[in-house]
């Protein structure tokens, strides 16, 4: 049973870089078919999918976010991170990572509990 | 707004059957699976239905979907008061992203 779960500061200024980290356990972020995943939900709004990574070269981010967001895989600790840059009160949320298995990148067996980030100087 | 639509809110009373739509487009819905999730407050959302009408291992057989065209619906029969929970669909999209419905609340009367 994959299990995953984030960290990282709970509060960020504007203008500043949104650092989080998913770490894995029961499961290799290295084993092939894993879709590592960043999704946010704005307080009382719906879900958005930020990106994945699916081996340490090939990642896919939302359109809207491209030009903002880096995620990257990180095999020795298991782990998978997300940096978010120029970040606006827009951006505060609950942030999930989450792990789809197999052909679809939108399916998510997995998720963290989620961690929330604050945009605010 | 969200790409993929969906109503606010549906309701019923326990033991009824109720609907939840999902209206895409051709560039979405129209040539994609879809899958559907389950969001109880205060949690992660978990995932009910995937290639428009298969549940994974666990999900009742209540849950199911469907798809037609560039809509989809999901449904759940037989409600429980522990079906309150926002749903969202979820599809990709020819923009080359992931889109999510804006969510539906289920209130069991």
């Known amino acids: 049973q994959v299990q995953l779960q984030e960290s990282g500061p709970g509060l960020v200024k504007p203008s500043q870089t949104l650092s989080l980290t998913c770490t894995v356990s029961g499961g290799s972020v290295s084993r092939g078919g894993n879709h590592w995943t960043w999704i946010r939900q704005i307080p009382g709004k719906g879900l958005e999918w930020i990106g994945n990574?699916?081996?340490?070269?090939?990642?896919f981010y939302n359109p809207s976010l491209k030009s903002r967001v880096t995620i990257s895989l990180d095999t020795s600790k298991n782990q998978f991170s997300l940096k978010l840059t120029s970040v606006t009160a827009a951006d505060t949320a609950l942030y999930y990572c989450?792990?789809?298995?197999?052909?679809?990148?939108?399916?998510?067996?997995?998720w963290g509990q989620g961690t929330p980030v604050t945009v605010s100087s | 707004q969200s790409v993929l639509t969906q109503p606010p809110s549906v309701s019923a009373a326990p033991g009824q059957k109720v609907s939840i739509s999902c209206s895409g487009s051709s560039s979405n819905i129209g040539k994609n699976y879809i899958a559907w999730y389950q969001q109880v407050p205060g949690t992660a959302p978990k995932l009910l239905i995937y290639?428009?009408?298969k549940r994974p291992s666990g999900i009742p057989d209540r849950f199911s979907g469907s798809k037609s065209g560039t809509s989809a619906t999901l449904g759940i029969a037989g409600l429980q008061t522990g079906d309150e929970a926002d749903y969202y669909c979820?599809?990709?999209?020819?923009?080359?992203?992931?889109?999510f419905g804006g969510g539906t609340k289920l209130t069991v009367l």
């Open positions: 290639d428009n009408d």
């Open positions: 979820v599809t990709w999209d020819s923009s080359l992203s992931v889109v």
């Open positions: 990574i699916y081996d340490s070269h090939s990642s």
């Open positions: 989450a792990r789809a298995h197999g052909d679809f990148v939108y399916y998510f067996q997995s």
